[in-house]
Nanobody, 121 residues
Framework: QVQLVESGGGLVQAGGSLRVSCAAS????????VGWFRQAPGKERESVAH????????FYTNSVKGRFTISRDNAKNTVYLQMNSLKPEDTAVYYC??????????????WGQGTQVTVSS
């Protein structure tokens, strides 16, 4: 099993940047695809960005393309989501997940507890 802990969330003004991190323990995160999801109040969980085990393949939902970048440092057992040009609609709890799946949240086996990102207008 792998345990995931997100960090780096916070409050930022629109147009600003944040980098959230997903630190893994228990097993090496390089064994898994990793995804970032987000959930805003009253909304369904949304797939944001994904990176394959080797880091070759990535996926971004349309609303974050060109603004967010997912990366992984397998030596540090950590996956990052760099978020630039943040908008108020990016406000949500951000979760990382690991597994053998891809994009669909039900295909990911391991989840972190989430970190709050709030973008003020």
């Amino acid at each position: 099993q792998v345990q995931l802990v997100e960090s780096g969330g916070g409050l930022v003004q629109a147009g600003g940047s944040l980098r959230v991190s997903c630190a893994a323990s228990g097993r090496t995160v390089s064994d898994y695809n990793v995804g970032w999801f987000r959930q805003a109040p009253g909304k369904e969980r949304e797939s944001v960005a994904h990176i394959s085990r080797g880091g070759i393949s990535t996926f971004y939902t349309n609303s974050v393309k060109g603004r967010f970048t997912i990366s992984r440092d397998n030596a540090k057992n950590t996956v990052y989501l760099q978020m630039n040009s943040l908008k108020p609609e990016d406000t949500a709890v951000y979760y990382c997940a690991a597994g053998v799946g891809w994009i669909n949240p039900i295909t990911y086996s391991y989840w972190g507890q989430g970190t709050q990102v709030t973008v003020s207008s």
